[in-house]
């Protein structure tokens, strides 16, 4: 898995945990919709670690929480 990857299923994860769907989480993070969808449907290969942490304050947690994860653990090497 790559780190795409990763913070595709962490987000999918995180929204199932608090009971938000897509739209509430862009509401409370104030990311746009269509970037999110474009993260999520793995159209945007580099989320930036701003959108990330705004997602974040819109779940309530922290970005040490967000990577607190195993899917963050054995990443593929991003240089071939």
């Not at 299923?9 to 746009?32: D, F, P, Q, Y």
């Not at 449907?41 to 819109?58: E, F, R, S």
């Amino acid at each position: 898995m790559n780190i795409s990857q990763a913070v595709v299923k962490r987000i999918k994860m995180l929204c199932k945990e608090h009971k938000l769907t897509v739209n509430a989480l862009c509401n409370a993070s104030g990311v746009t919709q269509s970037t999110v969808n474009d993260i999520v449907n793995g159209i945007t290969y580099n989320a930036g670690i701003v959108t990330i942490k705004k997602l974040c304050d819109g779940f309530g947690i922290s970005v040490r929480e967000f990577f607190d994860s195993d899917l963050f653990s054995d990443l593929e090497q991003e240089i071939k």
